[in-house]
C-alpha cells in the first residue's frame, strides 16, 4: 500500500500480471505462471535471493523474512475484492488482456521497490485524475 498523504492517495501496488513476467526470470526458476495466468513462487526453488523483487519495475513484489509475497488470485478468488466493502477491487478472469509494463521497466533501473511503488502509485494517481476531470468536463 503506498500512501501520498499531501495528494490524498492511498493506493495498493499489487502484480499486474504483465505481459512482460519480468520476475519469472528467476536463476532459481522459482517463480511460474499459473493456471489463472497468475505469478506462483515454488517454496521449495525459493531461496529468497530477491532477484523477483528486483526485477519488477513497479515494486509488487516484496520481500518478508526472505519469503517473496505478490498477488497470486487466491486461487482466483480474491480475498481483496471478496472483503472490499467499496467495491473498489474487481476481479475479471475473462480479461485476458496483459499490461505491458516495459516503460516502467526503462525508466526504474536502480530505484528501490520502495521507489517503484511510490512512483507506478503516483502515474495510476494522475490517469484516474485526468480521467475524472475528462469526466467532469462532458
Known amino acids: 500500500m503506498v500512501q ?3 495528494a490524498g492517495i492511498d493506493l495498493p501496488v499489487v502484480c499486474q500480471h504483465c ?3 519480468y520476475c519469472v526470470k528467476c536463476p532459481q526458476s522459482a517463480l511460474n505462471i ?3 495466468g497468475q505469478v506462483m513462487v515454488s517454496p521449495t526453488l525459493c531461496t529468497g535471493c530477491g532477484s523477483c523483487e528486483t526485477l519488477c519495475p513497479i515494486g509488487a513484489i516484496q520481500l518478508y523474512d526472505d519469503i517473496p509475497y505478490l498477488c497470486d488470485l487466491c486461487g482466483g478468488d480474491p480475498r481483496c475484492v471478496t472483503q ?6 474487481s476481479y475479471e478472469p475473462e480479461v485476458t488482456e496483459t499490461v ?3 516503460s516502467f521497466k ?3 533501473g536502480k530505484l528501490s521497490p520502495e521507489e517503484k511503488r511510490m512512483r507506478y502509485a503516483l502515474r495510476c ?3 484516474l485524475r485526468d ?3 475528462a469526466e467532469r468536463r462532458r
Open 19 to 21: 505481459k512482460e513476467r
Open 4 to 6: 501520498i498523504e499531501e
Open 100 to 102: 505491458s509494463l516495459r
Open 125 to 127: 494517481a494522475q490517469e
Open 84 to 89: 472490499c466493502t467499496l467495491k473498489a477491487i
Open 34 to 36: 499459473g493456471s489463472l
Open 131 to 133: 480521467r475524472w476531470l
Open 106 to 108: 526503462r525508466s526504474s
